[in-house]
């Protein structure tokens, strides 16, 4: 049980209001995996116009489909312009 104040967070979980700094905004048991997943985002925005990379690892693979499913399965095809 919780003694007020207490802080909830969206993904479920809960802290008593004193046990969190002042500037905590995330949940701290989550915050590590928030984290890691913007930084494959911004990963993958970054890398969305270079197709050159996409095409040499095309090139150099001998079953092209997987190349195709890999970069599908990691929603990089998202983030391409469509001119």
């Known amino acids: 049980m919780l003694d007020l104040p207490a802080i909830h967070f969206l993904c479920r979980h809960s802290y008593?209001?004193?046990?969190l700094g002042e500037s905590d905004r995330e949940c701290p048991q989550c915050?590590?995996?928030?984290?890691?997943?913007?930084?494959?985002?911004?990963?993958?925005e970054a890398n969305a116009d270079r197709h050159d990379l996409f095409f040499e690892?095309?090139?150099?693979?001998?079953?092209?489909?997987?190349?195709?499913?890999d970069y599908f399965s990691r929603n990089t095809m998202a983030f391409a312009k469509l001119v």
């Open 31 to 44: 915050a590590i995996q928030h984290r890691m997943i913007s930084e494959i985002r911004r990963t993958q």
């Open 57 to 69: 690892q095309l090139d150099s693979e001998e079953d092209g489909f997987s190349v195709i499913a």
């Open 16 to 19: 008593h209001q004193r046990c």
